[in-house]
């Protein structure tokens, strides 16, 4: 049985045009990607006709679209998801302004600069969950990241999986940074490395087209670092052991 994290149902803060069941159908489809009428039926708990209204409100406004999926044989289903004027809705927590700095930065500093910044920072939060979590348990290590997490604008929770966890961020709200400097993720990845005192591995990344961040995290097991160089090449990150 799957067990989610107590933030699981938690809207983020959208603009005052989206709340109650607005905010509640894009905050689904924000999770799971994309969504059939009938399915964002039964995850709104609302009717066929009261979801139609409000995904058809959505659409006019260019917040959600649909596209035509095939889903083994009998008639093709149509699923909803978001448009980019409905993911922007989400907080970005002044991304762009940020990614547009450290690009000054990069251009006066050179790109290690930027990215000794970017572990800094996740070098300082460790620091201060560190006392925090000295000699804490699992449960409350995930407990205290979560925080963390949803602190930072992430749309995450925690799910249990074959041999361990699986932490889900289903929104990045430093995408526009993460695309123009993608060693933030292997930052963040390092960061959960420490902090959970475990090992976590990246199975699925929105930079790649997934529609969420997602690592698979054992607990028990010994850690061990990974040792990598990371290269920038031609506007893709290389990742050498």
Known sequence: MTAHSPHHDAELPLPPAYRGPRAAALVALKRAGALTTRDLSRELGLSLNATRHHLRELEAEGIVQ??????????????YHLTQAGESLFPQRNAELLAEALERVADRSGRSAVVSALEGRFQ??????????????????????????????????????????????????????????????EAEAKFLREVLSAPVEREAHILHGCSACEYSVRFGEPRTEQLTELTWNGGSLEERA
Do not use: N
């Not at 649909?66 to 699923?79: C, D, H, I, W």
């Open 124 to 185: 300082d939060l460790a620091g201060k969950l560190g006392t925090e979590l000295m000699d804490a348990s699992p449960a409350r290590r995930r407990e205290v990241v979560m925080r963390a997490l949803v602190d930072g604008g992430f749309m995450a929770e925690w799910t249990e999986a074959p041999g361990g966890f699986r932490l889900t961020e289903h929104h990045c709200a430093v995408r526009a940074v993460a695309e123009r400097f993608p060693e933030i993720c």
């Open 66 to 79: 649909y596209r035509r999926e095939q889903r083994g044989v009998g008639a093709p289903t149509f699923s």
